[in-house]
Structures are given as C-alpha cells and as structure tokens.
C-alpha cells in the first residue's frame, strides 16, 4: 500500500481514530491498537473541578500515536481560534481538527467560519486539517488557503449512514492537491472501504467503532477494511457492466 | 466580601485566593501536568504556572483533554 | 473469526474463488494464494482435440484448495445433472455448484429447473451448492431439498455491479438453515464486506479478481475485506441514525 | 399517452388498485373513481356467518371497473386453482390475479407453485396476470406458458420500500413480449413514475393509498404520477452525465 | 394543492423552468405552456454585434410568466452583483436567480460569494433566490440574511443524475423558514416528484425538459409528477416497513 | 345425535337439515346474489341454488368476493 | 488615429464615432427594446439612451436576454 | 468409406478404429490423467479406458476441468 503524507508526515495507516463515546479509557485504548491507527483525534474540554482526577490522555502512548486536537464545541472562527491556541500550548504539535458546529443538532460544519479560521491558523503556523461539507467549491478554497487536507463528511456525524454524499466526494478527490479525509458517518467496514476505492486518501471513524457491541473487533475489522478498499483502488478495479460477462468459458459446451 | 476567583465560569469563594496559579491546581487536586490554563483570557505555558500570581476576581479557565471525534 | 462449515467440512476462509477469466493459469494460482481462499470453483468443457495439452488443473494445489466443479453451461435440469455426474468421476469429490442458465445473455439461473437437478443430485450424493436469484422461497426449498447452501446473485454475473438484491437477500439470511454464499455481481470489495455485514456465510468472487490490472493484490483486498465484513457482523455494529450523534462530549465547552 | 392493451383488452390508465386495508367501502369507492383506474384487484373469502350482511362488491361500479380476482391466501398451486374457479363461478368474467404464496410473514411468490398453476389455468382459459418475484427467467417461462403478463415484485408486499428490484425489472422488461405490471412495494408516486420510466407497461397499487392520511388525495397522486412516468418514457429522456452541462449559454458572458 | 407563496406573491405552480438548450425558441414556448409554471429562468449575455436580431424574450408571455434572471456565467460575488443590476435595468421586476459558480466544469455554486452577494442584493431590494450545494448551515445564513428561498442542488446542473443530496436537502427542509426549491439534476418526473414528497416546495427543471426528444412531452410530464408529489406530500405518506403487510385479509382462508 | 352440515369449516347443527342451498342461505340470511358456493367440494352455479340438495353431513363452503391487493 | 469604441469587449472604430447610445444602436441594427447597456461601467436606462453622449475611447456594454437555467 | 468415430461432436475418420479408449488418447496426444470420457453416454472410469474397446460409429467426449466460476 502506497504510504499517505499529510503535511511530510509518513502514515503507514489510513486509518485515523476518534476517541470519543468509549466505555472506559482502557477499551479506547485497546481499540486504538486494534485499528492500527497512527493518529487519534482528541476534544479539549473544561476540567470538572468536582472530579479532577480523569485524565484520557495518559491511555495513549503518544510515541505511537499523533494527537489531533480538535475544536469540537466551536460555534464560530473565533471560538475555534481560542481552542486551536490552547491546544497548542497544551500538546508539544501543532496539528489541528479544524470543526466549526453552530447547529447542535446535526452538528453540521459552518463553510465560511470555517474558511475564515483556516486561513488565520494556517498563518499562525497550524497544520490544519478541517472537517467540511461535502462541497468542491470549499474544499478548493481551504487547499488553496494552505491547509492540510480536506475533511469532507460522508453523511451526519454519528449517524451511521454510510457515504450519503458519493457525487460530491467524487468531484473534491478529483480536484483535490491535498489529501481527502472522508470524515463523519461512517458506519460499518464497507463505507470505510467504499470511500478508499473511491480514491480517498484516508477515512477518520469513531463512532461505529465506540459504540458497537465488540470495540475491539470493529477496530480491527475497519483496519482490514480500509487496507483493501486501499489496495483494490491501487489494483485498479474493472468497471461496471450492464449485461453479464460469464466467468466460465462459452464455448466447448457439452452437447449433442 | 470573600475575595473570588471565577474558575471555568464559575464564580469560587477563597478565604485567601492562592497565590500562584499552581498553588490553585493544588488546592484543587488538580494534576497540572494534564492541564493548559488561561487566566484572564491569556494562556499561560505549563512552566509558568507557578510564577503566575493570582489575585481576586481574575478568571481562569482550566482545561483538559478528554476522549473526543 | 467463527470457522464456516458447509456439509460437516470447516473452512478458515468465507471468501471462495473462481477460476475463469485469468489471463495466464500463473496468475490465477498466485491470486488463488494471495485471496486465502479454501475453495474454488472450476468449469467442465470439451478436449480442444486441436490443442489437448493444456491443463489448469495442474496449478491447482488440491492439498490446499478444495474443487468445486461447476455445471456452467447446463441449459437445464439433464444437462447439469450429465456435468454433474461427469464431474465426479473425474475427481475424488462429490461437491458441486449447480448452475442452469438457460438464457446466453444476462445468464440468471433458472429456478425450476435448478430445483428439479437439485433434488436428483442431492438423492445421488452430491454436496449441492445451487446458484439462485434472490428468491427467499425458492432458496426455502432448496434447503428443504437438501442442498449444502444457497447462492443467490447479488447482481447479474460478471457485471461488478455489487448487491442489487438486498432486501432479498436479507430476508433469505434470515430464514435459512443452511450456509447463505452470495454469488455473481460483487465487484469491488466493499460489496463484498457488505454481503458479510448482512450476516451471509460467504461470498464468491471472480470476475472482479480475474479482470483487475492487478489481480493478486485484488485477491488480496477481497480477503481482507471478507475478514472485515464479517468482524463486523461479529462485532456488532451500532444501528443507522437519522439525526447526528456527537463523537466528541457535549458538555465542558469553553465558554464565557 | 399510447394505450396499454392485455388480453386485447383497451386500457387508458396504467395504474390498477387493490381494494384492501380501506377503512370502509366508502372512501375506497372514492379512491378508485380518484385513481382513475379501469381494474381493481378483489380476493375471495368465507362469508362470516356471523354477520353476513356485509357486501364490499356493491361499492364497485362494475361497469367502469374490470374485477380482477386474485387468489390471495393461497399455499401452493392446487388452492390457488380452487380459488381461481370459484372466483370465475362468482364473476363473468375469466381474469385473474395468480398469487401463491406460502409464506405468510413476507408473502413472496412461490416460482413453482405459480408457473404450474399458471399453466393449468391458461389451458381452462382463464386470463392470468401472475405475481412472481423479480425473476427474468419465470417471468420468460410465464409469458410461454400463455399468461396476459407478467407482474413481478418492486419490494415486499404493503412495505412501501418502493423499487428494490430495479436490475431485474429492467431485464425482465427488456425481455418480456406481454405487458409487465410492477406489484407490490410502491409507496410513493415517484416509485410508481420511476417504474414507468423504466419501460413498465402499468403498475399496481393498493397500501400505499389505502393507508395514507387522506386516500382519495394519494389515489390522485399516483394517478397523476403514472400518466408523468409514462409520458417521460415516451418523450424519450436524455441521459445521465457524470459531469456537469450548463443550462445557461457559456459564451458571451460580460468580462472586462 | 396548498398555494406557493415567494416574497408575497402566489404561484399555483410548484414548477419552475428553465430556457436554455431548447433547439427553438417556439419549442421552448410551447414548453412552457405546457409545464403549466408561473416562473421561467432567463440568463444576460452580450448582444453579438455580428447577429443583433435574435430575442429569445419576444417568445415569453410576461403577463403569464413571471421572468427570474439568473447571474449565470458569475465567478464571485462582484460579478453576480454587477448582473443583478443589469438584469433589474433590464426590466420591470427586482427578481433574481444568484448563481455564483466559479469553477466552469462542475458549474458549483460557491458558498462564500453567494453568501456575500445576497447579502449585499437583498440591501438593494432585490428578491433572492440563490442556488447553493446541499448545506444546511449555508441555506440557514442565507435566509437569516434575508433571500427569498434557498435552492439546494440536488446534482450537478445537467447531469440528470437526480436527487444524490436526499441528506442534506431532508435537514435543509426540516430548518427552513423560506421556501426550499430543488434545483439542478432532476433528470426525470420521478425526481421531481421525489423532491416534493420530501417537503421541497417547488422544483427548478430545464436541462430534462429542454433536452428530451419530445421536450412538450416531458414537459408535461414534470407537471404532473409535480402535483403528483406535492399531493402525496399533502396526503401524508404511510411509512416504509422492514417486513410484508397482506393488502388481502389474512383470515377467512378457504381451508379443509 | 342432530343432524349437520359443515359450513365454511365449522359444524353447524339443525333440527333439520335445510332442503335446498337456497334454504340454507334464507336461514343464514345471506344474500345469495353475493355469495359462491362449494358443495363437497363441487362449485354450484347461483341458478342450482334452489335445485341442490342438502343431507345431514354435507360440506358447504360460502365465499365471497372481500378487499384486496 | 480613428476615433474607437470598446464594444462588449472589442475595439470598434468609426469615421466619427456616434454621437448618443440610441445612435450607436441604430448602426448596429440593435433594437433598443431588447437590450440594458453600460457606458463606461454605468448602467444607462433605456429612456436615457437618447441623450447619452458616447466619446472616443468610451466603453460599451450591449446586453440582453438569453436562454438560462 | 473409412471407419469414423464422433469425438466431441465432430466426426473424425481413422484407417482402423483405435481398439481401445487408452489407444485414441495416446493418438489424440491428451493426457488421460486429465480427462474424463464418455463412450456412447455412459462414463468412463479412468482405470478402465484401457479395457474399453471402440468400434465404428462410437460416440465419445472428451472432457477437462478449464478455469470457471
């Protein structure tokens, strides 16, 4: 499998992992194995001054692991700017989740506050990699204005639906300098697999694989999923047919 | 008026407010070196939390990672 | 993963291989390793008495690959029973992927006659494995008639146009008692992963591996994504939402 | 709109109704002079000797409507025949709706059981318009055996999924010298457009009006979509495109 | 059917056209009658100085159709700005199609310009209809800032692919305090009435209409299958089901 | 023991048998312009509903025409 | 040099060049009905056409209606 | 006229008919291991085509596994 460079850095997996909506920290991390993943989102939140002691981070070896901070919670550029900064101060990297939600409900991305915050934490030196519409004409913008990759959504974020937005993916991966992280609504192996064999250069997939019954077997079994949605892109698939083509020979037929 | 520190938007009532910053995450069993903070809107870097007075009615924000998508 | 049995033999493998269309019998063999398949299907045809020498067979290694003769090419009921029984004394087995395709074009299996062969070959001994439309009666009768599976189509044969028979296959899955193979028509392994999500047994592939630029590394992402697919439908994956669901907490936001 | 013919029967609607599930005679006379129709689908019953007052036929004008019995509740091929006799005995007319189905949980055609009831019935003279699953080759064998047309499934009965089968109908239209009559599973006006759109000679339909709020307004609404998905296949419809094609001019645009 | 109403005014017809790529400009006429809309779309180019005759305006009846300019051929908001003012000196009526398309392969409509642009038109007056891709976070700024609807693309423009946004344009719908108007890609009837059972209030159609070989034909056929789905809508739809539901009683058998 | 007749399945009792299936559908107040009618397993055309007889364990199916798809 | 008008893009020029907007368009056979033009990037309203002065060098936009999506 | 056996549909003609079905593989050059015979419609063993004689007019196929789905 031909490696992934995000911002020159090597990825040996195109796999990337949230790690939210998991039953205890040792299961995330058990599952962050399972996938093979070589970088893992992560929320920044307020402490609970009531119940200080939690801390998820010390569950992820983070010689194996990139943190990706995101700014889950930003209803706004500014408000993301604020996380993006405080991320950085917190972590010695300057990658960053790029998500601007206004909508509670379906959590869907703000196109021009995002562009807005991208641009500003490009100059401020970020690697930015942000979660977006399925939308060429944004996508483009966000490329030309430096950031990372693009991070177009297959369909709701924790939905499960699957890729709800294939035309639209299509159009960006055609048009795209960057990498193309299809991110949100994934919900099963075969999305994930989907979404490769389109041309996709990475997916980021966490709740189908928090919330299922066996977390470290979905973990595993979207890793399988995305090295052969990977590999039959590079094998270079026959196209579809309308009629049948038989894969027994037609002729020498036993007859009379 | 008991001196105050508004701590994650909330306001906190102090006998004494703690002198330092890393005074404060003590008192609040609050293992710094999981923490970025912010006091009256700056950030403060890790390392200087302990020479980062305090002094009634400053605002902080202490915040932490947590598992996230 | 759970080992499949089919007629009291256990396969590690839920992916089966045909063996048609490869452009050199190297290159099948090498795909049939690289897909870790443990059984693969042949075809039955005359001797080119012009050219008699060349012989597939002998790149077959029958140590690691179980046989499964085909009746491809059996118009009806007396013609795949004539293939059948040829088929046998040509080999030490009795198993036997019934296919009655009457129609050259689209090739879809007649379901009469293929019930009809059916219950005569399975009275003669033969591991009966029939190659069916999505037909949730006809498959009933079938395994009331004794057959090892069913194989219904997941889209006309070689057409790559993956599964176009869901809800129907679905409904066979759920009332079957014997091993669910989807057949015909998986062309990308998304599609495969996708029949093993749905909780069928098994896939068999051919014209997908056969006809990529890279067969072997097809044969490979079909393996993996066989494994995923059924990981997954192990590991039991969350249900689809229509509203989003937050990966990251919806409280603790950083707020003035 | 080209005039449909079965059985040299003139009909100058595509849609035909079922009488079921409506909440009284009343609403369901109403729905089927909104419809449009010229054949609704009536089944045959005990009489409740309990309260045999009951009359639903009366509700039927059978001057503008043909009765089309259907042999609903029929196990296999001799119930659907006894069936068939009676309904001819009750009625003057000799149509008939063949249905076998001895699944009472999904209701899909028996393939058997139909083709051999169909056969016989033929040979009594009987007009049979038989329900059968998606399948080319029955449908093929069908139309040999002498029957009016062909109806083959959109999805499971009364589910509303609308066309699940579309591969198969294409093929079955594609190939098919009667009429073709999509049954079962249209839900919506646009699944009944799509299946005139698609080359289907008629279609029927009985929950989807049946139970919607408001019956005679879904009745007219189907009504209307039939004729849209009709005519669109006679005016013959462009293509698909992958790309985009601009509606407006893409010269002569004001550029300095 | 409930009375569309835009800026105060009622439309009877939920459908609007387009005048592009009609072979002549009485075909297009006579298109137009026969789709019984109230509102077509015209586009501003150059006069060419070598062929000043031709006026395709001569062949639309203002008093019947309400005239909507578009700004197609715009690549940012300064220009959709400039067309705009030129279109309203043109006529009588502050009407106006915003298109913002900077990229002349996909013909996509660019969230940021067409954002600024209504924002700046709707200061001036003008009643904006803007054509945006399926975002609903945009379609919300859009109406906050004042345009007249939102008219999310269901496809490319052109491509006939039909509805390959069902997502997005479901959530846009279920926010949205102006009309939603489906515009782009609806290559068929069914499309159209697709659309409207999901609770669009009016389809935008040329390219399917313009460019059928019967396009009077077709044109009445996205009519009806307007109406058709907007009727549906009103009669509230029953809802899909997993399982069968017998349209025929299921008691009553004739059984020994 | 009361003589009887199946009908539709179940054992019906009657002093005496009706004479005639037109008997039988008066008695049942079922209207026979509405109904087809099995004997043994025979069909009867309407117009021999007054000219068939009934006996003490006869089998009678009454059908009619009910809403359906 | 002759005297040149940049009309809808391309350079025109004239023995003398047209003295009103409604003279231009009368020489070039352009009903004025049908079109909305710009001098010099302003819009000029069709009842000024008449009493729009056009100058050497000037620049001029004809447009008109076609049909759009 | 020459003594003639049909060999997968085809008729083919010999000087002598060979005598045994082990003899017509060895002249065809197939590789017996490979195949699987019918002579007039009734299988052949493979351990018996050396005892299973050909006459004029016999009818035999030749058949062998190829690449299949």
Chains 1, 3, 4, 5 share one sequence.
Do not use: C
Not at chain 1, 186 to 210: C, F, K, Q, R, W
Not at chain 2, 25 to 49: H, M, Q, W
């Amino acid at each position: 499998m031909k490696k992934l460079i995000i911002a020159n850095k090597e990825f040996n997996s195109r796999l990337f992992i949230g790690t939210g909506k998991y039953s205890s920290n040792e299961i995330m991390a058990k599952s962050i194995e399972a996938s093979g993943t070589e970088m893992v989102t992560v929320a920044l939140r307020r402490v609970d001054i009531q119940n200080p002691q939690d801390n998820m981070l010390a569950a992820i070896d983070r010689k194996k692991y990139l943190l990706l901070p995101n700014t889950s919670g930003a209803r706004n550029a500014d408000e993301a700017i604020r996380l993006a900064r405080l991320a950085r101060a917190a972590t010695d990297i300057n990658w960053l989740k790029l998500e601007v939600t206004p909508d509670p409900y379906y959590l869907l991305p703000d196109p021009v506050e995002t562009l807005k915050a991208a641009q500003i934490l490009v100059k401020e030196g970020f690697v930015v990699l942000p979660y977006i519409n399925a939308d060429p004409i944004l996508a483009k913008k966000l490329q030309d204005a430096g950031t990372a990759t693009v991070m177009p959504l297959a369909s709701p974020i924790g939905s499960n639906q699957g890729i709800k937005t294939r035309v639209a993916i299509e159009i960006i991966i055609s048009q795209a300098s960057v990498p193309v992280v299809v991110d949100a609504g994934l919900g099963l192996p075969s999305h994930a697999a989907e979404a490769m064999e389109m041309g996709a250069d990475a997916v980021l997939v966490n709740t189908a694989i928090a919330t299922a019954n066996d977390p470290l077997k979905m973990a595993n079994a979207f890793k399988l999923a995305v090295q052969a949605g990977r590999d039959a892109f590079e094998a270079g698939a026959a196209g579809v047919k309308n009629q049948a083509d038989a894969s027994s020979p037609l002729t020498g037929f036993l007859r009379d | 008026m008991m001196p105050t520190l508004k701590i994650n938007g909330e306001d906190k009532n102090f006998e004494n407010v703690p002198s330092t910053l890393k005074n404060l995450l003590e008192i609040l069993k609050v293992d710094e070196a999981t923490v970025v903070a912010e006091v009256n809107g700056n950030i403060i870097p890790r390392n200087s939390f302990n020479n980062t007075a305090l002094h009634d009615g400053f605002k902080i924000e202490l915040i932490r990672f947590v598992g996230g998508g």
